[in-house]
């Protein structure tokens, strides 16, 4: 008796301690994955955040960001986070980390690659130090793409089967853009006030071989346009003078871009008169007088007095960088405008600039007298504000055949006076209104997550 009842007990104690072994196996194996699925958003996380323009280790549209659609050159980027001397390559097919879901986003024409050569950006990018926890997260790498009407979609062999965006197979290869809203399908660029869509894909591998994939769509935010009531606007309650100088090549029109031939006028002058020395001006429609320059009301946030002082301290707010020119030196990238977009805040009293290239809200300010003199070739896509808060505003402008693509703004909240002088000598060069660039500066927060998934590749 007292041997079979050991031996019952014996047979219970072993279920009970396989039992647990089960258990902690079992947690074990939970715990590997719930550690790889979070790994691979923080991965998400790290590149979210670098992709904000003032972010200290920044992943930008000037710093490696594809502009390309996916399998084109360049149309990939990976961001890299090896353990030890272990090799993350996601685009050889005998690496560990191979990226086996990329063909899933893009025609690799039945092979495991995009068939393009260079269809990765190169150098890569690493996984910053600056988000390193301890011990490292094993997210391997990142892969980030521009969405388009195509992407999120399927490859089996060389069979298609897209999910469209817009429906329309016909545009397959256009860009996805975010509205604020809703996303939708533009053929050349995300223009108008909408942003481009990023995919983001990590792969996270643990050291018990646990494999988690997480995918999510990230835009920036619209801004709210800039209203403004001219190509050039001159805003003060002191007596204020402009001078256009130049031939036919010199335009001044307040046609806008966008939406021809509906518009702005091409010159206003709150409180002033302005004189043409050769040069075409030029108003969109319900501006049609010539020269179309006029004494305008200003829109109530250029209203001199706390309307206009409360929107320069909302953009000097949210401005990318304040400074000086030695300080500053990003203004944001033209040809890629405006993916690429930026404030910046110049505080010189003084300036004098020898052709300036860039994308977004450019202020010149000072709180006494604002001097700004620029010499030769402008290549501008957006806002130029040249401020003071308490003294004179003097512009000096020579467009040197170059042009502004959006407005030129001049204003004075002392009542003191403003003087504006432009002139354009050389090929054909002027200030063109485009409302598609008078957007203020979102590049420098966090990018909206629009979808999330896990992906069952």
């Not at 396989?18 to 196996?25: G, L, N, R, V």
């Not at 909408?194 to 050291?207: G, I, K």
């Not at 993916?339 to 805040?345: G, K, M, P």
């Not at 042009?403 to 050389?426: R, T």
């Amino acid at each position: 008796m007292a041997l079979i009842a050991l031996l019952i007990v014996t047979s219970i104690g072993l279920s009970m301690m396989f039992m647990a072994d089960t258990e902690t196996i079992v947690n074990g194996n939970y715990r590997d994955e719930q550690t790889a699925y979070y790994a691979s958003k923080a991965g998400l996380e790290e590149v979210r955040d670098r992709m904000r323009s003032n972010a200290g280790s920044g992943i930008t549209i000037s710093a490696s960001l594809p502009t390309a659609r996916p399998g084109a050159v360049s149309g990939v980027l990976y961001i890299l986070n090896p353990t030890g001397s272990e090799t993350v390559a996601p685009w050889l097919t005998s690496n560990t980390y191979f990226d086996n879901e990329v063909c899933r986003e893009v025609n690799c024409s039945g092979g495991q690659v995009p068939p393009t050569a260079g269809w990765y950006v190169t150098p890569t990018i690493s996984a910053s130090t600056t988000y390193a926890a301890s011990p490292r997260m094993p997210y391997k790498w990142i892969r980030v793409t521009l969405k388009t009407n195509r992407s999120a979609s399927g490859w089996s062999g060389s069979t298609q089967n897209f999910m469209y965006v817009d429906g329309k197979s016909a545009n397959a290869n256009y860009y996805v853009c975010w509205n604020g809203t809703n996303e939708l399908t533009q053929a050349v660029n995300c223009s108008y006030n909408n942003q481009y869509v990023y995919m983001l894909t990590s792969l996270a591998v643990t050291l018990g071989g646990t494999r988690r994939m997480v995918q999510t769509e990230l835009a920036h935010d619209p801004g709210t346009p800039v209203n403004v009531p001219a190509a050039i606007s001159i805003d003060s309650t002191g007596q204020s003078q402009c001078q256009i100088q130049g031939d036919n090549n010199l335009m001044v029109s307040g046609v806008d871009e966008v939406s021809p031939p509906s518009g702005v006028a091409g010159i206003a002058i709150n409180n002033g008169s302005c004189q043409s020395q050769g040069g075409n001006i030029v108003g969109g429609t319900g501006w049609t007088q010539n020269p179309s320059v006029y004494n305008v009301a200003m829109p109530p946030a250029w209203t001199p007095g706390t309307g206009l002082s409360g929107t320069i301290t909302n953009l000097e707010n949210q401005a990318d960088c304040t400074g000086t020119f030695s300080t500053c030196t990003n203004y944001g990238t033209y040809s890629t405008c405006p993916a690429d977009y930026r404030t910046t805040v110049i505080k010189n009293a003084g300036s004098t600039v020898n052709g300036i290239t860039g994308c977004g809200i450019l202020v010149f300010e000072a709180g006494g007298q604002t001097q700004l003199e620029i010499n030769g070739n402008i290549q501008w896509k957006g806002l130029i504000i040249v401020y003071s808060a308490g003294g004179q505003v003097q512009v000096q402008m020579d467009s040197g055949g170059g042009k502004i693509e959006g407005a030129l703004m001049m204003a004075s909240n002392s009542g003191s006076q403003i003087q504006f002088q432009y002139q354009n000598n050389g090929p054909a060069g002027g200030m063109l209104y485009d409302s598609a660039y008078l957007n203020p500066s979102v590049s420098s927060k966090p990018l909206r997550i629009i979808a999330s998934r896990e992906m069952m590749y």
